[in-house]
């Protein structure tokens, strides 16, 4: 750490010399201005610099800590196919509560609930919220499948080799699951998937004497998966007031999670992709007891009188909470060519490329001409023929040193902002172009500065995370992706180029 803060406190320095020195030397020319040009002691010009790029799969990122999560089957033509998937533990009710469910217990129902990323977009005259899903990838109208296993992984909150720090799982880590069945059924994302209704029944576990309509609090569109009731009855009823539910440490070692696994239907990987918000996300075992039976949480005052006397209704949750951690398989089969025609760039456990920028021999001979950088772009343009969905192509690229894992000169002087990488579009509004501006990292190397090394630099798809520090994280839940063309001549005015602007001191 000490490291970077002097970095930092490097960048920052050269920085604050550049700018007095810029500004004397603005004062300079605006006192002797017409002399200076008059005797042609300096000229502006521009040129254009050919760069070598090379496409680098992105092996595994970190699964856990995020604030979204992936799950489904998706494929592009151009990208490959992906596959994403979950593991979670389970909180259970307030260890101070009485969990315990009484002798004519039946279970009503179990749902797994887990909330999209949503927007509430408009509430009708009849009161009823319209919701859009943020961040879904894919045809949603084709369904996938998704299968709810025991986790067999104890997840460990802390590094088992640093318990000073949290443990971190990667999206490539194989995790254990049981034979179970929890839940096996197709899917497809559903915006108006708000409502559960839970039929209530009495003691025979035949007879239905109510249904109940159950909501979210905000009213959100959630997943809901139903969930095997004789295996909930085993797991988590039958041995209710065992020591397995006597603390948080106990039920994790006795119930390690759920697995839930997201698989093509008959090998179609042609679905979608859906950004999950698993704070509020939790399985709710709702049931029916006798009025004098078990203390579960009432849900509502309707009672029923059956032959076992009067009948309340029940529920207990359990959260999705501690560790999770996405589990992501990728096809990398396309995006390993060479980065002379294609550069492939995806977010998550997809692929970025590198970028060198000079030779050693070509720096060296750009070093020696007195040249003030007055302005410095990389140019990357999509590959429009390779455009299957503009949906798909992220909003913004982020540009890094790649060989040291850290941010450029610029994001540290001028901010994330002015560096730019955000889409820009065509006159016909399709994806054209992404522009990095780079001044005062090629200011620095044009410096001779010793303590400058020339690195390659890295493209990437934009996580908010990597704004957040000096040091690139490798977190990244977004699985957008773009082709862009690579640096071969055959691509025209379109080839990667790096264009820098100066001006050029010369004597009398």
Not at 304 to 329: C, D, M, P, W
């Amino acid at each position: 750490m000490t490291t970077k803060v002097v970095s930092f406190l490097k960048y920052f320095g050269v920085f604050s010399v550049v700018c007095i020195g810029l500004l004397s030397c603005e004062k300079d020319i605006e006192s002797v201005g017409v002399n200076l040009v008059n005797n042609n002691t300096f000229e502006t010009d521009a040129e254009v610099h050919e760069v070598l790029t090379e496409n680098v799969n992105i092996e595994r990122v970190q699964g856990n800590g995020l604030s979204q999560y992936l799950l489904g089957v998706y494929a592009d033509t151009e990208l490959g196919a992906m596959k994403a998937s979950l593991v979670s533990q389970l909180l259970p009710p307030a260890i101070d509560t009485n969990y315990t469910y009484g002798t004519n217990v039946v279970l009503d129902s179990v749902i797994l609930d887990i909330p999209y990323q949503s927007s509430l977009d408009s509430i009708d005259t009849a009161g009823f919220s319209n919701f859009s899903l943020d961040s879904i990838i894919g045809k949603k109208d084709i369904e996938f499948n998704i299968k709810v296993y025991e986790l067999q992984t104890f997840l460990n909150t802390l590094d088992p080799y640093d318990p000073s720090k949290t443990a971190i799982y990667y999206t490539d880590k194989e995790f254990q699951k049981g034979s179970d069945l929890f839940h096996d059924g197709s899917f497809k994302v559903n915006e108006n998937d708000t409502v559960a209704y839970i039929d209530r029944y009495l003691a025979d576990g035949i007879t239905k004497f109510d249904r109940d309509t159950i909501k979210n609090s905000d009213l959100t569109p959630s997943i809901k998966l139903p969930l095997d009731k004789d295996l909930i009855q085993q797991y988590f009823v039958d041995n209710a007031e065992s020591g397995d539910f006597a603390t948080i440490d106990d039920f994790r070692s006795y119930f390690r999670g759920f697995f839930i696994e997201a698989n093509p239907i008959n090998g179609n990987y042609d679905s979608h992709l859906i950004s999950l918000a698993f704070a509020n996300a939790k399985m709710t075992i709702y049931f029916s007891i006798n009025e004098d039976e078990g203390e579960g949480i009432d849900l509502n005052d309707n009672d029923v009188t059956g032959e076992q006397g009067v009948r309340t209704k029940h529920a207990y949750n359990f959260l999705l909470s501690g560790v999770k951690s996405n589990v992501i398989e990728r096809d990398y089969s396309v995006s390993k060519s060479s980065g002379l025609n294609n550069l492939y760039i995806q977010g998550t456990d997809g692929s970025e490329a590198t970028i060198e920028l000079f030779t050693e021999e070509s720096l060296a001979d750009l070093q020696t001409k007195n040249r003030l950088i007055n302005n410095a772009e990389l140019e990357f343009y999509v590959n429009q023929e390779s455009l299957n969905n503009s949906n798909i192509v992220p909003k913004q690229l982020f540009i890094y040193n790649y060989d040291e894992g850290i941010q450029i000169l610029d994001v540290l002087t001028e901010g994330i902002n002015a560096v730019g990488g955000t889409l820009e579009y065509d006159e016909d509004e399709k994806p054209f172009k992404y522009v990095f501006n780079i001044t005062d990292y090629i200011s620095e190397l044009f410096s001779m500065n010793e303590d400058v090394e020339l690195v390659k630099l890295g493209l990437r798809v934009y996580n908010p995370t990597d704004a957040l520090s000096e040091e690139i994280s490798d977190i990244n839940w977004n699985p957008k992706g773009v082709v862009l063309h690579g640096h071969d001549l055959s691509a025209g005015d379109k080839r990667v180029t790096l264009k820098i602007s100066y001006t050029e001191l010369t004597s009398n």
